[in-house]
């Protein structure tokens, strides 16, 4: 069974900086790409960040220039460094994967449980 834990969700100043980890587990043959989102209370999920397995990396708009998100894929995990953070950027974090498992044709959605990042002025 493939299980993603995230760790380094935080309560920051405004102006801070944090990184969060996602690590999975599992007999996962191959990881085709890695994202990250979050989501504030009443809203919908956020997509913020995305690496894909040719290190193809994306950013919304709103976290560009202040968020990097990286990976070490032999390590199955993913990571988001976040500076120059706001009170906007409170919200809980989740990890997302788009994995193969061993003799599947097709890849598998996996998500954390989440991490929370506060962010007070």
């Known amino acids: 069974q493939v299980q993603l834990v995230e760790s380094g969700g935080d309560q920051v100043r405004t102006g801070g900086s944090l990184r969060l980890s996602c690590s999975a587990s599992?007999?996962?043959?191959?990881?085709?790409?890695m994202h990250w989102y979050r989501q504030t209370s009443g809203q919908q999920r956020e997509w913020i960040a995305s690496?894909?397995?040719?290190?193809?990396?994306s950013y919304a708009p709103s976290v560009k220039d202040r968020f990097t998100i990286s990976r070490d894929s032999a390590k199955k995990m993913v990571y988001l460094q976040m500076d120059s953070l706001k009170p906007e950027d409170t919200a809980v974090y989740y990890c997302n994967m788009q994995l193969f498992l061993p003799q599947a044709w097709q890849p598998s959605d996996y998500w954390g449980q989440g991490t929370q990042v506060t962010v007070s002025s």
């Open positions: 599992g007999r996962i043959a191959t990881i085709k790409a």
């Open positions: 690496i894909t397995q040719a290190d193809s990396r």
